[in-house]
């Protein structure tokens, strides 16, 4: 199966700048976040991506073909940058309906494509307001509208969510795919790309990148009201390598290099010991603390 998206040996940079650094790379149908800190390279990727930079090696092709000088792509692929470049003195409606008809469309249907775009941003009621009047929140939104009004197969998202309200961020996350905001990525999937300095850290599933990190021992941590009494029926085991008592003495944090083994020990122990247990989750099993291992924090 032909991948979405293909890098190999892309490398960009400005001057003495390094953008990228010889990034291979596939990307296959579903949603991926892309991950990094500012400066890492996410928005040059994407650039290169939708065919707005030339890479200065390697090649990127999406859908199989090569994206740079490339038009005729351009109509299935739907890019939202970084930065805001719309034309002020216009209404909204205007500028999508602008975009529509470099898109191709016309009349009716260019009319239908800007307002549905509108719409699925929660933009109609602003429609006719000059894009100068709007928040910063609203113009995100905006910048959204003009990705999408096209119908792309591929949709590109750099940071989407910045200055949006927590109703809107909740509605646009649907299409998250590229943001440094982990607990939201994290909500929409698993599949992540890592990139920091210019080069691909990781790729693949956040948790099985997880266990692959073995330098760092697991971190599990349970609720419950006797933490003491769990603690003394854990601690002998070997594939334990250390204990931490939550401060509200309402819990405890197990380390273990063999999460496996432990979870099997412990769901046996709290059958047969009866000891109450409210909440059990792994505090490093998420994309902050795989970011934070990988990069040596």
């Known amino acids: 199966m032909t991948p979405v998206l293909k890098a190999e ?40 991506a939708a065919g707005q930079l030339k890479p200065k090696l390697g090649a990127l092709t999406v859908f199989g073909e090569p994206v740079y000088g490339n038009p005729r792509l351009f109509r299935r692929i ?38 549905k775009a509108l719409a699925t941003v929660g933009l109609l009621d602003s429609q006719d307001r000059l894009i100068k009047g709007y928040s910063f929140g609203m113009r995100q939104r905006l910048r ?26 909740i509605r646009i996350m649907q299409l998250i795919v590229s943001s440094h905001i982990l607990p939201e990525i994290e909500a929409m999937t698993n599949e ?32 419950t009201p006797h933490p003491r009494q769990l603690a003394a029926r854990l601690i002998g085991n070997d594939f334990i390598s250390g204990i931490e008592f939550a401060s509200d003495h309402r819990g405890l944090t197990v380390r273990t290099n063999q999460r496996d083994q432990f979870f ?34």
């Not at 470049?85 to 009349?107: D, Q």
């Not at 792309?152 to 961020?169: A, C, F, Q, T």
């Not at 692959?212 to 349970?222: E, G, Y």
Request: charged share 20%; net charge negative; aromatic share 6%.
């Open 9 to 48: 040996k892309l490398s960009k940079w400005y001057g003495n700048i390094l953008g990228i650094s010889d990034i291979n790379l596939e990307i296959r149908s579903g949603i991926t976040g892309l991950l990094g800190p500012n400066g890492a390279g996410k928005s040059t990727f994407l650039k290169i």
């Open 192 to 223: 992540i790309v890592l990139i920091h300095q210019g080069k691909i850290f990781a790729k693949g599933d956040i948790h099985r990148i997880r266990n692959l990190i073995d330098s760092h021992p697991h971190q599990v941590s349970i609720r």
């Open 144 to 169: 959204l509208a003009s990705s999408i009004l096209h119908e792309p197969e591929l949709l590109m998202l750099d940071e989407p969510l910045r200055g949006v309200d927590p109703l809107w961020r």
């Open 78 to 115: 739907g890019f939202c940058p970084e930065h805001d470049s719309a034309y002020v003195e216009m209404s909204g409606r205007g500028f999508i309906l602008l975009l529509a008809r470099l898109h191709g469309f016309a009349g009716a249907e260019a009319a239908a494509k800007a307002e």
């Open 264 to 297: 099997t020990h412990l769901m046996s122990l709290l059958a047969e010991s009866g000891v109450e247990t409210e909440e059990i989750t792994s505090p490093d099993d998420n994309l902050q603390a795989v970011f934070d291992y990988l990069i040596g924090k």
